[in-house]
């Protein structure tokens, strides 16, 4: 069946350190993949999404490609900041028409210290 | 713009209790419409979906029910509250042809005491 994996349930890094928040996925389909963050207390939002093979996307310092080759969509950005401490889920879209189908990963939670 | 605008923001309520949580979308025509739910720091489970007014489809089971009773509004209820159901319930829309990109409205967070 169709799932996406996050390895890290949680990541600590140190302000200006790059991070990479892995992303893999396993769907017979055409995908659709996508990066949700999520802040304390707060709804998610859409941070990046890529049905392109091999294409860079980006968005607000945030990057990540999708490598069909690898089924991967691994999200990155070379120098973190405080505000981006939050829980980073990434989800798959399958493209079999319009059936509502999106499956979230558990999750990462990213934590930037001073 | 589209604005999507839930309520009640936040409820605490007795198991065996009933349950409405409601959302309206505006701004966009003939959305699709999505319940999820949410422990706290946990992943995100779909529970139910709807393409049109109507008609709603069921991802999993958890004794609750949603109904579309109009083109903007998307409503969950249950008749009798479990303390699992205690979570952050979210609604989202999407638009066909955008790959099922969701868009998110604030949340209800509820506790079942």
């Known amino acids: 069946g169709d799932s996406v994996t996050q390895t890290e349930g949680l990541v600590t890094l140190t302000k200006g350190l790059p991070v990479m928040l892995n992303c893999t996925y396993q769907?017979?389909?055409?995908?659709?993949l996508f990066w949700y963050v999520q802040h304390l207390n707060e709804a998610p939002k859409l941070l990046l999404k890529s049905s392109t093979d091999n294409k860079r996307t980006e968005h607000q310092g945030f990057y990540a490609t999708l490598h069909k080759s690898s089924s991967s969509f691994h999200l990155q950005k070379s120098s973190v900041q405080l505000s981006d401490s939050a829980l980073y889920f990434c989800?798959?879209?399958?493209?079999?028409?319009?059936?509502?189908?999106?499956?979230f990963g558990l999750g990462t939670t990213l934590q930037v210290q001073p | 713009a589209q604005t999507i605008h839930q309520w009640p923001v936040a409820e605490i309520k007795a198991v065996g209790s009933p349950l409405s949580l409601g959302c309206t979308i505006k701004?966009?025509?003939?959305?699709?419409l999505y319940w999820y739910w949410q422990a706290t720091g946990g992943t995100l489970q779909q529970l139910f979906y709807s393409i049109t007014v109507g008609q709603v489809e069921s991802v999993v089971q958890l004794n609750l029910s949603a109904s579309r009773p109009k083109d903007d509004q998307f409503i969950l209820s249950t008749e009798k509250l479990l303390l699992s159901h205690s979570g952050f319930y979210l609604c989202?829309?999407?638009?066909?042809?955008?790959?099922?990109?969701?868009?998110f409205g604030e949340g209800s967070r509820l506790i079942v005491v």
């Open positions: 701004g966009k025509s003939s959305p699709n």
């Open positions: 989202a829309w999407s638009l066909r042809g955008s790959g099922n990109t969701l868009y």
């Open positions: 769907t017979t389909y055409s995908p659709f």
């Open positions: 989800a798959l879209s399958p493209i079999t028409g319009n059936t509502g189908k999106l499956i």
